[in-house]
């Protein structure tokens, strides 16, 4: 492609300079207005500076790629609500063995999700998780932290929904789903292993020391573990669990009344016990008439004196088929919700269109629901399909410019993947890329040229190339804190932890993120297979 002409070009620049200072600094001084509004900044001067044409800023827009990243959240929000990733939370802690062991199963876990549920999503749900537990064991959190980050990164990888560029390689390259996840599944699964060498070997002294007294767990109530955890995947935020005020309220709406007995006990009793039908939740350890059951941390009293006759009182029997119904929809709502994201999974592996498919998961998950669908869509980030339709069209009209073609020309003879010294000089390339740029633009820069190049050798090698472009602008995510959004994600969540907070340095993220990226990526460009 030539130049465009000189004046274009230093518009077309200008432009691009302001989207990219805004994506990668979204607080500058002078302009403080974040990364979405940085976007559309970006692309209004590409066709206010007549870059490109308002037709083609349209066109540049990929409708592809906002379909998938919209169906994919709603996925997650409804997955969320399902206890999903309470569940794998729980499994941090299962049965664990120490440490060691405990870093091993962070690594685990968090690349396994990532791979399906997207990185981003995997960070935001399980660093209170690996919070809580790094406290309850008196353990330094900083270790099980960059493990969560780095692995979370590593395993999103694998699969085209596993973060944003992959979407954009898989719809730009067309290669299948199965085709990309066995591509990439090795290099991803022995990166993770490797990813836990280099951080046990770097912290094998500090989780080895045994802390003289260890903290009580802090056990949460079953209310209290739901709302604590409850983040929205795409806005990063998360409801904090019942404060006192909440508790009162609580308590009051259960109309129980206590009153110091004179053995200093208390002495509870039913509001309207006699003559009325209504139900009452009694405190854990009272017994009207020597008859309760305990239920979920609960007493339903069963009260066979309360209309004075000695018949028992119906509606609190219906109250307990209420209950047990109830139970039996929600645990039937959380089967339907797992067996529709399995098939959107399986559709993907069956060859589908991504995109539809999505869709097609996220609105079957709304009617499964069978309510107002608002909250639910409230939690997708429109700010992130923003962003991407302002990148679209300002990365459209930096390529417009020439100046990527004219680099990529002076780049190409010595890139070339047909043999080990082009490979290695590519993934250079796009890990400076990925961390100065960030790694979707670098993808929507580099991907078509890429592919192009290795497309003259034959097809096999231009899969390849799609797939190296997957693995290492990726894994380049985790040579900075500032390298991916799951890292400062995972930074801004443990540092904003009201319970368990903890502040991840950019110095201290960078002294493993150097030796991590290097190896791992190095290991991983051996194992891609196209």
Same mark, same amino acid.
């Not at 692995?151 to 719809?171: C, E, K, M, R, Y």
């Not at 909440?246 to 006699?274: C, F, Q």
């Given at each position: 492609?030539?130049?465009?002409?000189?004046?274009?070009?230093?518009?077309?620049?200008?432009?691009?300079?302001?989207?990219?200072?805004?994506?990668?600094?979204?607080?500058?001084?002078?302009?403080? *207005?974040?990364?979405?509004?940085?976007?559309?900044?970006?692309?209004?001067?590409?066709?206010?500076?007549?870059?490109?044409?308002?037709? !083609?800023?349209?066109? @540049?827009?990929?409708?592809?790629?906002?379909?998938?990243?919209?169906?994919?959240?709603?996925?997650?929000?409804?997955?969320?609500?399902?206890?999903?990733?309470?569940?794998?939370?729980?499994?941090?802690?299962?049965? %664990?063995?120490?440490?060691?062991?405990?870093?091993?199963?962070?690594?685990?876990?968090?690349? $396994?999700?990532?791979?399906?549920?997207?990185?981003?999503?995997?960070?935001?749900?399980?660093?209170?998780?690996?919070?809580?537990?790094?406290?309850?064991?008196?353990?330094?959190?900083?270790?099980?932290?960059?493990?969560? @980050?780095?692995?979370?990164?590593?395993?999103?990888?694998?699969?085209?929904?596993?973060?944003? !560029?992959?979407?954009?390689?898989?719809?730009?390259?067309?290669?299948?789903?199965?085709?990309?996840?066995?591509?990439?599944?090795? =290099?991803?699964? $022995?990166?993770?292993?490797?990813?836990?060498?280099?951080?046990?070997?770097?912290?094998?002294?500090?989780?080895?020391?045994?802390?003289?007294?260890?903290?009580?767990?802090?056990?949460?109530?079953?209310?209290?573990?739901?709302?604590?955890?409850?983040?929205?995947?795409?806005?990063?935020?998360?409801?904090?669990?019942?404060?006192?005020?909440?508790? #009162? =309220?609580?308590?009051?709406?259960?109309?129980?009344?206590?009153?110091?007995?004179?053995?200093?006990?208390?002495?509870?009793?039913?509001?309207?016990?006699?003559?009325?039908?209504?139900?009452?939740?009694?405190?854990?350890?009272?017994?009207? #008439?020597?008859?309760?059951?305990?239920?979920?941390?609960?007493?339903?009293?069963?009260?066979?004196?309360?209309?004075?006759?000695?018949?028992?009182?119906?509606?609190?029997?219906?109250?307990?088929?209420?209950?047990?119904?109830?139970?039996?929809?929600?645990?039937?709502?959380?089967?339907?919700?797992?067996?529709?994201?399995?098939?959107?999974?399986?559709?993907?592996?069956?060859?589908? #269109?991504?995109?539809?498919?999505?869709?097609?998961?996220?609105?079957?998950?709304?009617?499964?629901?069978?309510?107002?669908? !608002?909250?639910?869509?409230?939690?997708?980030?429109?700010?992130?399909?923003?962003?991407?339709?302002?990148?679209?069209?300002?990365?459209?009209?930096?390529?417009?410019?020439?100046?990527?073609?004219?680099?990529?020309?002076?780049?190409?003879?010595?890139? !070339?993947?047909?043999?080990?010294?082009?490979?290695?000089?590519?993934?250079?390339?796009?890990?400076?890329?990925?961390?100065?740029?960030?790694?979707?633009?670098?993808?929507?820069?580099?991907?078509?040229?890429?592919? =192009?190049?290795?497309?003259? *050798?034959?097809?096999?090698?231009?899969?390849?190339?799609?797939?190296?472009?997957?693995?290492? %602008?990726?894994?380049?995510? #985790?040579? %900075?804190?500032?390298?991916?959004?799951?890292?400062?994600?995972?930074?801004?969540?443990?540092?904003?932890?009201?319970?368990?907070?903890?502040?991840?340095?950019?110095?201290?993220?960078?002294?493993?993120?150097?030796?991590?990226?290097?190896?791992?990526?190095? *290991?991983?460009?051996?194992?891609?297979?196209?």
């Amino acid at each position: 492609m030539v130049m465009a002409p000189t004046v274009k070009v230093i518009l077309g620049s200008i432009a691009f300079g302001v989207f990219w200072v805004l994506a990668v600094f979204p607080a500058v001084p002078f302009m403080p *207005i974040g990364r979405t509004a940085g976007s559309l900044l970006g692309a209004m001067l590409m066709v206010l500076f007549q870059v490109i044409t308002p037709d !083609q800023a349209y066109a @540049a827009i990929d409708l592809q790629i906002l379909g998938l990243l919209f169906g994919t959240m709603v996925v997650s929000v409804y997955l969320e609500r399902a206890d999903m990733f309470k569940y794998l939370g729980k499994l941090l802690a299962w049965k %664990s063995q120490g440490s060691k062991d405990l870093l091993c199963r962070i690594c685990l876990i968090s690349a $396994i999700s990532s791979a399906f549920f997207t990185n981003d999503t995997s960070c935001v749900v399980l660093t209170e998780f690996v919070l809580k537990i790094a406290r309850q064991q008196n353990l330094p959190p900083h270790p099980f932290l960059l493990a969560l @980050a780095s692995s979370a990164n590593i395993g999103s990888s694998a699969t085209p929904i596993g973060n944003p !560029q992959n979407l954009v390689i898989a719809v730009q390259s067309k290669i299948p789903f199965g085709q990309f996840l066995f591509g990439i599944v090795s =290099a991803m699964m $022995i990166g993770i292993c490797v990813n836990a060498i280099i951080l046990l070997s770097m912290f094998w002294r500090l989780l080895s020391v045994q802390k003289d007294e260890e903290e009580p767990p802090v056990e949460a109530t079953p209310e209290e573990d739901v709302l604590s955890h409850r983040f929205s995947p795409a806005t990063m935020s998360h409801l904090t669990s019942l404060n006192s005020h909440e508790l #009162n =309220a609580h308590l009051e709406a259960m109309s129980i009344h206590s009153s110091p007995s004179v053995n200093g006990k208390h002495d509870y009793t039913l509001r309207n016990r006699l003559g009325s039908g209504d139900n009452e939740i009694l405190p854990k350890d009272v017994v009207v #008439n020597g008859l309760s059951e305990k239920k979920d941390e609960k007493v339903v009293s069963r009260v066979s004196s309360t209309n004075g006759f000695g018949t028992e009182n119906p509606d609190l029997c219906l109250e307990e088929i209420d209950e047990k119904s109830g139970k039996w929809k929600i645990l039937f709502w959380k089967i339907g919700v797992y067996i529709i994201t399995l098939g959107m999974l399986v559709s993907f592996l069956m060859g589908l #269109n991504m995109s539809w498919t999505a869709i097609t998961a996220a609105l079957a998950l709304v009617v499964l629901d069978f309510k107002d669908a !608002q909250h639910c869509l409230e939690k997708v980030s429109y700010s992130l399909l923003v962003f991407f339709c302002g990148m679209f069209v300002t990365v459209e009209g930096f390529n417009r410019t020439g100046i990527p073609s004219a680099m990529w020309d002076f780049m190409e003879p010595y890139a !070339q993947i047909d043999h080990i010294s082009g490979i290695a000089i590519l993934a250079v390339v796009i890990v400076v890329l990925s961390n100065l740029a960030s790694n979707v633009p670098t993808v929507l820069l580099l991907g078509a040229r890429v592919a =192009a190049a290795a497309a003259t *050798i034959s097809p096999e090698k231009e899969k390849k190339a799609w797939l190296i472009l997957a693995w290492v %602008s990726t894994v380049a995510g #985790n040579l %900075s804190l500032l390298g991916s959004a799951a890292n400062l994600i995972v930074c801004e969540q443990a540092r904003r932890s009201q319970n368990f907070g903890y502040n991840l340095t950019f110095w201290s993220h960078l002294k493993f993120g150097v030796p991590s990226t290097i190896i791992v990526t190095a *290991i991983g460009l051996t194992l891609i297979r196209a």
